[in-house]
């Protein structure tokens, strides 16, 4: 399918057009995370009319890339349960994102860590990689 448009250069097609609005909305001060990551994560809440940041740090069991649909799976044990969140990371609902430890993982998905409990998930810290 081919689109005549008025704010792009001749003709696109649909996939291009997708495309070009979606690049106005990636961030382009994203860190380098990779899975095994300790991360914090600020993400905005609204209470009320007032809005606020609360951190959620975690470390990163899986990233899904793909543009705009980029999302990484943070896990954290919150009062003896295990939490897990997906963050879009160019959503506006994500203020800030800082990797706290490089953590060293052999596998691109780490779901073998809901089976663990305690100080059987911990992972071996990376020190070859920045912290950024």
Not at 9 to 16: D, F, S, Y
Not at 27 to 39: N, R
Not at 100 to 124: C, D, I, N, Q, S
Request: charged fraction near 30%.
């Amino acid at each position: 399918m081919i689109v005549n448009c008025e704010f792009c250069w001749g003709q696109m097609n649909a996939q291009e057009i997708i495309r070009s609005i979606e690049a106005e909305h990636l961030k382009q001060d994203l860190p380098t995370i990779h899975v095994g990551d300790t991360v914090r994560i600020g993400v905005r809440i609204q209470e009320g009319g007032k809005e606020r940041v609360q951190p959620y740090e975690g470390t990163v069991i899986a990233i899904r890339r793909g543009g705009i649909n980029h999302a990484i799976t943070v896990r954290r044990i919150f009062q003896g349960v295990g939490v897990e969140r997906v963050f879009l990371l160019h959503s506006p609902r994500v203020a800030s994102i800082k990797v706290m430890r490089r953590g060293r993982a052999r596998r691109a998905k780490l779901y073998y860590l809901r089976e663990r409990v305690g100080k059987a998930t911990r992972l071996k810290q990376r020190f070859d990689r920045p912290l950024e």
